[in-house]
């Protein structure tokens, strides 16, 4: 069973494409979140992270989705 053969400079062209996505979607996921911290009736149960933290959160959980495939 071999691995293929991944090259420095392909590992480091995904990881400036990660963060090229990231800068452009965290304004989405940062209005996400501070939607849903405004919107009425929000669970606010416990300790929750910051706004910021929280769009981060949302935004690095969804790119993976981005180079699955």
């Known amino acids: ?8 400079s392909r590992s480091r062209s995904e ?6 996505i990231l800068a452009a979607t965290y304004p989405v ?3 996400a ?3 849903e911290r405004l919107r009425p009736g929000a669970p ?5 992270r910051s706004v ?3 769009a981060r959160v949302m935004a690095l959980s969804a790119i993976p989705f981005a ?3």
Request: net charge positive; glycine share 10%.
């Open 67 to 69: 180079f699955m495939g």
């Open 44 to 48: 606010n149960a416990g300790p929750r």
């Open 1 to 8: 069973m071999s691995r293929p053969f991944v090259t420095v």
């Open 15 to 20: 990881a400036v494409q990660f963060r090229a």
């Open 33 to 35: 979140a501070l939607l």
């Open 52 to 54: 910021f933290g929280e």
């Open 29 to 31: 996921f940062l209005v």
